[in-house]
C-alpha cells in the first residue's frame, strides 16, 4: 500500500471515528464522514463501500485501544492502591483525550450486544487473572474486607466512568461549565483512590 493511499485511510478512518462518537451508527450519514474527512464521497466509498463495513472497522479498533489498556494496569504487580492511582489515572487519561468513547462504546454494544460479544471473544479480551488473584491474597492476608473480585472490578469502573457518560447530567444539575467539569474531574481522582480504599477497608503493605 502507497503510502499517500495508507494516509488517506487514516485520515478517513478517524474522520469516521469521530462522526460516529457523536451520531453513533444510525445517525451517522456517509456524507457527513466525507465532509469531516474533507474529501469527496466517491472517494469514500473507493475506500469503505459502505457504512457497515467502516462502522464495524472503527468499533473494533475502539474496543481494541478502550480495554486492553485498562487491563493492562489491572494485570501489573503494583499494589492495590498504587494500582488503583494508576488505573483512574489511565482512564481518565484516555477518556479525556477521547471524551466521547465510553458513551460510543456503550452505547453500540447495547444497541448490538451479539457483535460486540463476538468480537470480545474473537480477540480474547477479558479481566485479567492477576486483579483477581491480587485481591484474594489481600483478603487471605486481612488487608481488606471480604469482597468478590467482580464485584469490585465493577464498582470501581463504574464510579470512574460515570462522570464521562452523563456528562451533560453532571453539568446541568451542578451548573459546571467545561472548565469547571474539567475541575471537577481533577478533584475526583484523589477523592476515588480514598473512596475505594476506605470502602473496603484496605490497609497499605
Known amino acids: 500500500m502507497s503510502e499517500n493511499k495508507s494516509g488517506t485511510e487514516e485520515q478517513i478512518f478517524e474522520a469516521a471515528s469521530r462522526v460516529f462518537q457523536r451520531k453513533g451508527y444510525a445517525g451517522a450519514r456517509m456524507q457527513e464522514i466525507a465532509d469531516e474527512a474533507d474529501i469527496n464521497k466517491s472517494m469514500l466509498h473507493y475506500y469503505y463501500r459502505n457504512k457497515d463495513k467502516l462502522f464495524q472497522k472503527v468499533y473494533q479498533r475502539e474496543v481494541s ?14 499494589p492495590l492502591d498504587e494500582k488503583l492511582e ?3 489515572d489511565t ?16 452505547y453500540e454494544m447495547n444497541q448490538n450486544p451479539d457483535r460486540f ?5 474473537e480477540k480474547g479480551i477479558h479481566p485479567p487473572a492477576e486483579f483477581t488473584r491480587q485481591i484474594k491474597e489481600a483478603i487471605n492476608e486481612e488487608r481488606m474486607d471480604a469482597v468478590d473480585p467482580t464485584q469490585l472490578l465493577i464498582s470501581i ?3 470512574i466512568l460515570f ?3 452523563a456528562r451533560t447530567m453532571v453539568e446541568v444539575f ?3 461549565d467545561e472548565k469547571q467539569f474539567l475541575k471537577f474531574l481533577k478533584e475526583r481522582k484523589p ?3 480514598d473512596f475505594i480504599l476506605s470502602g473496603i477497608n484496605y490497609t497499605r503493605p
Open 157 to 159: 469502573v463504574g464510579i
Open 163 to 165: 462522570p464521562y457518560i
Open 174 to 176: 451542578f451548573e459546571y
Open 86 to 88: 494508576r488505573l483512574i
Open 117 to 121: 460479544r463476538s468480537f470480545i471473544k
Open 191 to 193: 477523592f476515588l483512590v
Open 91 to 106: 482512564y481518565y487519561g484516555f477518556l479525556n483525550d477521547n471524551p466521547k468513547m465510553a458513551q460510543f462504546i456503550i
Open 65 to 78: 485501544r478502550f480495554f486492553p489498556v485498562i487491563f493492562k494496569v489491572l494485570s501489573s504487580k503494583d
